[in-house]
């Protein structure tokens, strides 16, 4: 117990709760410093998920069921309690999953920790966040071989005034070409009638069927709680396939005019760090028939799969077929560099002669 409390009723409460609940005792007067301290500290962290727009979480949510969005902005809270000075952050698209309701939020926690004397730069694509920096560098103009060149740098009105900058003529004059599509109000619908997992309150929804849907709301209000525990998982069963028990609901009128459900989610491709998209594709199985039909590969016995990253007889055993070795150090991050057998080539001599 604390508090006159059993100890699962305090993990149990929302982040709003807990946080009105410590600050109150971190305000009286305690025998032990450190239990001043303590009370400090979870005051403190609690105010920070709270600015983050994640006070309706409860201390024992299992982290794993948070969304994309939620487990950003639970990152960042974590650095906005470490008080540092003089950091330089650098943030891979932190908006991503989260609504534009959220992405002030995140905008402001970051100026908090900007306003500390820190350094951020952060890869971006939402124009909120490209229309507040204080500075912008926009690179293109283009992906691949037509990439990697500097368009523009410098204070944002500059670069998006600047028409050298691919960003700044999208900012300053959106595409008026923008398609107009059909109303799909009168198409055969998916009804999804009773949804009530996680944060869905008995929701039900109908889904037209042969249009473009977008299901859109803040994070962490169960959009991914109704497209994949319950759709997907529901579509697949209904099919005969293997897929987890679907989130609670009732019924999904209209399955039976699917015949296929593909989910294209954010899992990395590939079952091992060796793959790539050409392996995911499959556009490599065919590379390494190519390979098995030549004269060399033919004297020598060598079958498709000795073209493999994966197969012990074909790839280079110093970096088993990763192109690099890593190298542990203490205190660092781990290092990688090119692996000395086989030059990044990833494969043995034999393989490599054909």
């Known amino acids: 117990r604390y508090a006159d409390r059993p100890l699962h ?7 709003n709760e807990a946080a009105a ?12 410093r450190a239990l001043t301290v303590l009370l400090a500290e979870i005051a403190q962290r609690s105010s920070f998920l709270r600015e ?45 999953g989260l609504h534009p309701r959220d992405t002030q939020r995140l905008i402001d926690a970051l100026r908090a920790l900007q306003s500390r004397g820190n ?14 920096a204080d500075w912008l560098i926009d690179i293109g103009p283009g992906a691949g071989k037509n990439g ?79 497209a994949r525990d319950i759709l997907v998982y529901a579509a697949r069963r209904h099919l005969g396939l293997l897929a987890p028990t679907p989130g609670v609901h009732d019924r999904i009128d209209g399955l039976d005019r699917l015949d296929k459900v593909l989910e294209v989610d954010q899992k990395p491709l590939g079952r091992s760090s060796r793959s790539n998209p050409a392996t995911y594709v499959g556009v490599y199985d065919e590379i390494r028939k190519l390979f098995a039909t030549t004269r060399l590969a033919k004297i020598r016995g060598y079958k498709a799969n000795r073209f493999s990253f994966n197969a012990k007889a074909g790839r280079c055993e110093e970096c088993q077929g990763q192109g690099t070795v890593r ?21 043995n001599a034999g393989t490599l002669e054909v």
């Open 9 to 15: 009723t305090v993990t149990a409460m929302s982040v």
């Open 21 to 32: 609940l410590f600050a109150q005792l971190a305000a009286e007067e305690h025998p032990h």
């Open 52 to 96: 983050v727009g994640l006070g309706y979480l409860t201390l024992d949510r299992p982290a794993t069921t948070l969304s994309g969005g939620e487990a950003q902005r639970a990152r960042l809270a974590t650095h906005l309690g470490g008080g540092l000075l003089g950091v330089c952050y650098i943030l891979d698209e932190p908006t991503l």
């Open 119 to 132: 350094t951020l730069l952060v890869v971006e694509h939402d124009e909120s966040v490209i229309r507040q």
């Open 148 to 226: 990697g060149h500097l368009l523009a740098a410098g204070p944002t009105p500059e670069v998006l005034a600047n028409p050298a900058s691919v960003t700044g003529r999208c900012l300053a004059e959106p595409d008026a070409s923008a398609k107009r599509f059909a109303d799909a109000s009168g198409s055969d619908k998916l009804t999804i009638v009773g949804a009530r997992h996680h944060n869905l309150k008995n929701l039900t929804v109908a889904i037209p069927l042969g249009a473009l849907t977008c299901l859109t709301g803040v994070s962490g209000s169960g959009k991914s709680s109704l």
């Open 327 to 347: 190298v542990e150090q203490a205190f660092d991050p781990e290092l990688r560099v090119v692996c000395p057998a086989c030059h990044g080539q990833r494969f």
